[in-house]
């Protein structure tokens, strides 16, 4: 069927064709394989391609004629012309390619990594894919010497772990994988040798030279982060007013904390939190648990009738051995989201592993980590089930081309960043969904109060340290402070927060301007509001901005 709106059909096409030539690590995660051989081009002259590249794609943009666009079109066209914007914001500012040695560490290791993870062709293709990769690392990391001459010490020491991480998977892990998959390649051995030699001298520089230029320029800056707000998640609040929301519901939850604490036999809340540690599996049942709270989590949303599930197989296995000792120096997630493209019969969810010939006080430590609430509502409902796990399914069915990628899990963030408050909003709203029908229990129904408190803190560290108003270490302290936060995870946490501006944001958001949007449609239709229909609706829309869909679903 023709499109009515060629032109801009025609100039979509343009769009992602230069997306994906620039982004071929991103192109790999997505299902997109005709860059696999490629990382990314930081020189002088790859960035001046693709800098052009996207000045002419915006300008050509603002010049169409118009033409019937539909709603989906609609989206993608706001949607393309803020990512642009973004876009060369950033590859003018220190944020990038300029300033953070992690994006040349990250793009390295990952661009192999993604062929490794999933089987989306066969062995022999992805391991030819791996060695062009491999060999090409040391012009990356070379690239990166070259661009980043000063760094925050964060950053630096973040990329200073990526390395090692990238030299534990391939040394070891590599020989591992070859052994577990009866593969003896020379060519494989010796690019690998390349790479990690390409590692070695890049986590040198960071450790002598760039260690040595440290810079505290965390902060994007208002102006900045408010076009992160506008034109990336289409708020039509500015970073002041999501300050000032924020507060308010982190005092909130903070007051319900500390009123309900005492009905679990505890002086304060986080006394009453730590309870939830004492609730685990045993060794035996560790596995088998995932499963069963799947299964449970399934079974309850279709009582319920929440919404249409679909048929999106998810297989919960133990982290592969090739992966284990790389993966804790990595952002190697448990959950990747399925790439959405690639037609795989199944997603496999990483489960940290746990083995019966560790000491006891380690077998102990894990399972109090990965304790039944943790299991339930991070590893199941958010990520693995009805939150990410569905969200994504029904994405990749969208009639938004942007729609149905943006929220796809890449090197270090999303590939989109518009598809951050649906991601993380509908996940984060989940939780909450899945406690309306009784599938928490009342310390886990306790424990969303600090989910929420910790939503809160999150976007008021992400405005105050990109605004100027936070240092990095008063946002550490910050979530110490009102989180509870442990010292590691809240260094982990801010680190996170000043690498992506505006993303933190989008939990306490796009959580909230689902419910918000519940709400309206519940009182404007009265007894026909039907909440399987709004969710499957809501859905349907793909990963694109909340706001955008609360504008279309109001119409």
């Known amino acids: 069927m023709e499109s009515s709106a060629p032109q801009f059909a025609a100039w979509l096409d343009e769009f992602f064709a230069s997306y994906y030539r620039h982004r071929p690590v991103n192109a790999t995660f997505i299902g997109v394989h005709n860059y696999d051989h490629r990382l990314p081009d930081f020189s002088p002259q790859g960035v001046d391609e693709c800098v052009a590249e996207m000045e002419a794609l915006l300008k050509t943009l603002r010049t169409l004629p ?52 999933r089987a989306f062709a066969p062995l022999e293709q992805r391991l030819e894919a791996a060695i062009d990769r491999m060999n090409a690392i040391p012009s990356l990391l070379n690239q990166g010497k070259a661009n980043v001459r000063q760094a925050p010490p964060a950053w630096t020491e973040r ?72 034109q990336g998640h289409f708020l039509d609040m500015d970073a002041s007013e999501v300050e000032i929301y924020a507060w308010d519901q982190l005092k909130g939850s903070e007051a319900k904390l500390e009123a309900y604490a005492g009905d679990f036999g505890a002086s304060d809340w986080r006394s009453a939190l730590a309870q939830l540690a004492d609730h685990q599996p045993s060794v035996e049942r560790y596995y088998p648990r995932h499963w069963e709270l799947w299964e449970a989590c399934r079974a309850a949303a279709e009582e319920h009738e929440l919404l249409t599930w679909p048929d999106c197989p998810i297989e919960f296995v133990p982290r592969p051995s090739w992966a284990r000792g790389a993966a804790p120096h990595l952002y190697f997630l448990p959950y990747h989201s399925a790439p959405a493209f690639d037609p795989l019969p199944a997603v496999d969810y990483l489960v940290p592993p746990i083995d019966k010939d560790m000491p006891p006080e380690t077998q102990e430590r894990l399972l109090r980590a990965t304790n039944d609430s943790v299991i339930k509502l991070n590893h199941v409902v958010h990520h693995g089930s009805i939150g990410h796990h569905v969200q994504n399914w029904y994405a990749y069915k969208a009639q938004s081309r942007i729609g149905q990628i943006a929220a796809v899990d890449c090197a270090s963030r999303l590939a989109l960043f518009c598809g951050s408050t649906m991601a993380e909003g509908w996940a984060t709203y989940t939780t909450g969904l899945m406690d309306e029908v009784g599938f928490l229990t009342s310390l886990e129904h306790y424990s969303l109060h600090h989910a929420r408190l910790r939503a809160s803190a999150r976007a008021i560290v992400d405005v105050n340290l990109h605004t100027g108003k936070f240092s990095f270490d008063e946002a550490e302290a910050f979530y110490r402070d009102y989180v509870a936060m442990s010292e590691k995870a809240s260094y982990a946490e801010v680190v996170k927060n000043s690498m992506f501006p505006g993303a933190a944001v989008m939990y306490l958001m796009g959580s909230d301007m689902i419910r918000r949007l519940r709400e309206e449609l519940s009182t404007k239709q009265g007894a026909a509001f039907n909440l399987k229909q709004f969710h499957d609706r809501f859905l349907s829309y793909g990963s694109v901005p909340v706001s955008l869909i609360r504008e279309a679903m109001k119409r």
């Open 66 to 117: 118009q033409e019937p666009l539909t709603e989906a079109q609609s989206m993608d066209r706001k949607l393309a012309e803020g990512f642009l914007e973004i876009q060369l914001w950033e590859y003018g500012s220190s944020h990038f390619h300029l300033g953070n040695p992690s994006l040349y560490t990250g793009e390295a290791i990952f661009g192999v990594l993604s062929l490794f993870r």
């Open 159 to 230: 990329a200073t772990r990526e390395c090692t991480g990238a030299l534990a998977f391939l040394g070891d892990g590599l020989e591992i994988f070859m052994r577990d998959n009866g593969v003896d390649s020379k060519s494989l051995r010796n690019a690998a040798d390349t790479a990690s030699a390409a590692f070695r001298d890049f986590q040198c520089y960071l450790e002598t030279e760039l260690r040595r230029r440290p810079t505290e320029e965390y902060a994007c800056g208002g102006e900045a982060f408010n076009l992160m707000l506008r």
